[in-house]
């Protein structure tokens, strides 16, 4: 299959809609990271997504809507908390996890009860999903377990002759996917998968927010993850990936002593005036860290790097998830200097 690249105008946004109206998969912008959509209750296409993608068939997609108001026509029971919210958060990189309606076709779900809902603010999401008159399901654009691509050549890369089509939509503003969250009880969420929808920003509507422990460790070979994704290896670049907490002078001298050819470090924006070892950064504030780390990853895989050392990010804000993406990356090996 040839896959087209289209640009922004409005006969190219129209073109992706029409292709996802009539089935194909299309890889289309979103304002956290590029994803590979097609028409959630088309089973067909929703089937040729886990195939472009390598993905498991157990592991439920993300179903985005244009506005929160249509999450009835596809999920039920929903909580009032749930329009609470939406009212603060959507459109934006929020996902929610409801009861599902009959209508969401089994694949799409991954075989679960339940469907992830969320209303992207990209300008040009938006369009396709008006436009196709679809609900898009939509995994993140990479290749299973590949870092989650954030500008459309990413997308190009893993996908090109797997799909109809990638349309581009400048790069991601987040950089890191939206945060999932399920309900439990009348007040009370739980955080899945962190993201730019933040803890705190999450208890200016909710009386308590809970973190599932998969957030920040390794689930048990045995435990049954609440989130399918989270038990899979995740983010990889071909390059081993290790975590090393400890301040700039500690993470210098750790470099120092197992620095060589092909290793590379990845470490904020100001400690690289004086850093005498092959480095990339990768910013200073976790939203930079977060824009930015998938991106990274990619270059630092065609830069040759086999051994990466990240210098750990804050595990503030955005930056719980930037440190909960970066821990997958490292396939969970974490060290402390
Ligand atoms: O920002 C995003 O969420 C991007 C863009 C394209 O919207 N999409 C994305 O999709 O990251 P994906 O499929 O790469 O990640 C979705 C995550 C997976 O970990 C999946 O297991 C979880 O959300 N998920 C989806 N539906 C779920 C459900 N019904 N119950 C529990 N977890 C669910
Ligand atoms: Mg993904």
């Known amino acids: 299959m040839e896959t087209k690249l289209l640009g922004g105008s409005s006969a ?6 029409e292709l996802i109206k009539n089935g194909f998969v299309v890889g289309i912008p979103t304002e956290t990271v590029y994803g590979l959509g097609a028409d959630a209750l088309n089973e067909q296409a929703v089937t040729a997504v886990f195939a ?37 958060f959507c459109p934006g990189p929020l996902t929610m996890i409801l009861p599902k309606k009959d209508i969401i076709p089994s694949v799409t779900s ?26 898009i399901a939509a995994p993140s654009a990479n290749l299973s377990g590949l870092p989650s691509p954030t ?37 009370t969420v739980r955080i899945l998968r962190p993201g730019a929808v933040t803890r705190e920003m999450l208890l200016e509507v909710c009386r308590e927010v809970n973190i599932d422990p998969a957030v920040l460790k390794e689930l048990d070979a045995e ?10 290896v995740h983010y990889s670049p071909k390059a081993k990936v290790v975590v090393v907490e400890g301040n700039t002078a500690d993470f210098k001298k750790f470099v120092s002593q197992n620095s060589g050819e092909n290793v590379y470090s990845l470490i904020y924006g100001m400690e690289s005036d004086d850093f005498e070892y092959n480095y990339m950064t990768y910013g200073d504030t976790a939203e930079e860290q977060a824009h930015f780390l998938f991106q990274r990853l990619r270059e630092l895989d065609d830069a040759g790097a086999e051994i990466v050392y990240v210098r750990t990010p804050s595990k503030e804000g955005v930056g719980l998830a930037v440190y909960n993406r970066l821990i997958r990356a490292a396939g969970f090996e974490v060290i402390r200097v």
């Open 12 to 17: 190219d946004v129209s073109a992706a809609a």
């Open 52 to 88: 472009a993608k390598c993905r498991p068939a157990d592991n439920p997609l993300i179903v985005h809507i244009a506005d929160f108001s249509q999450a009835v026509n596809y999920a039920r029971d929903i909580p009032e908390l749930a329009y609470k919210l939406a009212e603060k």
């Open 110 to 135: 991954g075989g679960l009860d339940t469907v992830g809902i969320r209303v992207p603010s990209h300008e040009v999401m938006h369009r396709i999903i008006v436009e196709s008159g679809c609900p």
């Open 151 to 187: 500008c459309a050549i990413h997308v190009m890369d893993d996908m090109n002759g797997r799909i109809a089509a990638v349309l581009d939509g400048g790069s991601s503003e987040y950089g890191v996917e939206s945060t999932v969250i399920s309900f439990e009880g009348e007040d």
């Open 223 to 232: 435990a049954v993850a609440a989130s399918p994704g989270m038990k899979y």
